[in-house]
């Protein structure tokens, strides 16, 4: 018996009914820019008979001319012939693409197709990839005033610098995608101001599943020392490691950063970290970051109509609170402290219960000048924040966010179902208009960077 088992398993099925499992008909490749290549995406090819089966042939069929490169059970090859699989085992194909440049500014879609062939038998794995050319800018210096426009995307690559003295406008509905260690660092001027219609994005480059979700996908963009009279409007930054880092104080009387209606999404490290500098900041959210707003050092900072929310997930769990002031840093172990001055009105800070109890934590050391206002904002705590001057605050009530879906990560952080605690708490402002871009009421406007319409 054990003979003709052994046999039986060295054999070849060749009925047309032998069954073959394939684990995908179809690999989709999300936005591949020109010339930079892909990950790569594989299927397996599995023999459930309990005979071994030759497949009589695995074939690439645009062959050399197709943008995809496919791998067949080790060996790179656009085709190959008489592949023994053994009884109940299987192979791999990997596949990966590179779109060539062309003179489209537009999304294009690539196509191909792998044939596997058996015992007379057809089978197809559809391949597919969204393809589009770029504007690569690779340790690039801008060291004069420049305008980018929304032709073509924008790819950065080892670095990005904007030197003192020269200024970067951004157009509206310009994208621009950074790799994994490619830093914005800003020396001069950035201007980016989209519009509700056409936001200007920041993101990392790898827009393949799962890569576009995580944080970390890129460095961020640094406002170093010299750097003065930054401006960003309807700008969305997303996954990045440092989301905004602004060091040091403006070098004239205006903020050195003016951040208004814009979302930082998904930070790894900090949606803001600002040491000792100056941000004015409006309609501003700032979600599921490690650190949403972090102000260490001193400064000069007025958040007016901002949300800072997080909620654990599968990638970042909210375990700081999301807003820290301090007006000192350590340096070696000894803390250094600068005058503070931060004002918050109008604001949300909110996160799941679990391992933060205070969403707000202000600390103070020396004898420097410190003033940290709060007012008509809700916050989740179960200690008032220290040396803090709290007005009109609402604590621990929750904001009713309009959807908070962890598992899908979907999240609306709209508050306009009753009985929101922050519609119509807010006290007026010179804000007349929200994230959305709606206009806000002359009257009692609601808390947050959204305005129930």
């Known amino acids: 018996m054990l003979a003709l088992f052994s046999c039986k398993k060295d054999s070849f099925i060749t009925s047309t009914d032998a069954r073959l499992n394939i684990s995908s008909d179809s690999l989709r490749f999300d936005t591949v820019f020109t010339s930079t290549g892909s990950v790569t995406q594989s299927f397996k090819i599995r023999n459930d008979n309990e005979q071994m089966l030759r497949l009589s042939s695995v074939k690439l069929m645009g062959g050399s001319s197709s943008p995809f490169k496919i791998n067949i059970n080790g060996i790179a090859a656009n085709q190959a012939g008489n592949i023994d699989i053994a009884a109940e085992d299987s192979i791999y194909i990997f596949v990966s693409v590179t779109v060539n440049p062309t003179a489209a500014n537009l999304p294009f879609i690539l196509s191909d197709s792998i044939s596997v062939e058996y015992n007379g038998n057809q089978r197809w794995v559809q391949l597919e990839a969204y393809g589009q050319n770029a504007r690569f800018m690779n340790g690039s210096i801008i060291s004069t005033n420049t305008t980018w426009d929304n032709s073509r995307p924008y790819v950065i690559l080892d670095f990005l610098n904007v030197a003192a003295g020269a200024t970067l406008t951004i157009l509206p509905g310009t994208k621009i995608y950074a790799h994994a260690n490619a830093p914005v660092i800003i020396d001069g001027t950035l201007n980016a101001t989209g519009t509700a219609v056409n936001k200007i994005v920041f993101a990392g480059d790898r827009l393949d599943a799962p890569y576009k979700d995580y944080p970390a996908g890129w460095p961020g963009i640094i406002f170093r020392s010299s750097s003065i009279n930054n401006h960003l409007q309807f700008t969305n930054i997303k996954n990045a490691y440092q989301a905004i880092v602004v060091d040091q ?205």
Request: glycine fraction near 6%; include cysteine.
């Open 249 to 453: 104080p403006a070098l004239n009387a205006n903020p050195k950063l003016i951040i208004e209606q814009c979302i930082i999404d998904n930070a790894f490290d900090a949606g803001i970290f600002s040491i000792n500098s100056s941000i004015t900041a409006s309609n501003l959210l700032i979600s599921n970051c490690a650190n949403n707003i972090a102000l260490q050092g001193g400064g000069v900072y007025n958040f007016t109509h901002c949300t800072a929310a997080s909620f654990s997930n599968n990638f970042l769990l909210h375990k700081t609170p999301v807003l820290s002031v301090a007006n000192y840093v350590l340096q070696n172990g000894t803390p250094v402290s600068n005058n503070l001055q931060a004002f918050f009105t109008n604001c949300i800070f909110w996160g799941d219960n679990g391992f933060v109890e205070n969403e707000i934590a202000v600390n103070k050391e020396g004898a420097t000048s410190f003033a940290v206002n709060i007012s008509n904002s809700l916050y989740r705590s179960a200690v008032d924040p220290a040396n803090a001057t709290l007005t009109n605050v609402i604590k621990n009530q929750d904001p009713i966010f309009d959807s908070v879906d962890v598992s899908n990560r979907y999240y609306d952080f709209r508050h306009t179902k009753s009985p929101s605690p922050g519609l119509e708490a807010g006290i007026a402002t010179p804000i007349n208009k929200d994230l959305d871009d709606n206009a806000r009421p002359v009257g009692l406007p609601d808390l947050g960077c959204y305005e129930k319409p």
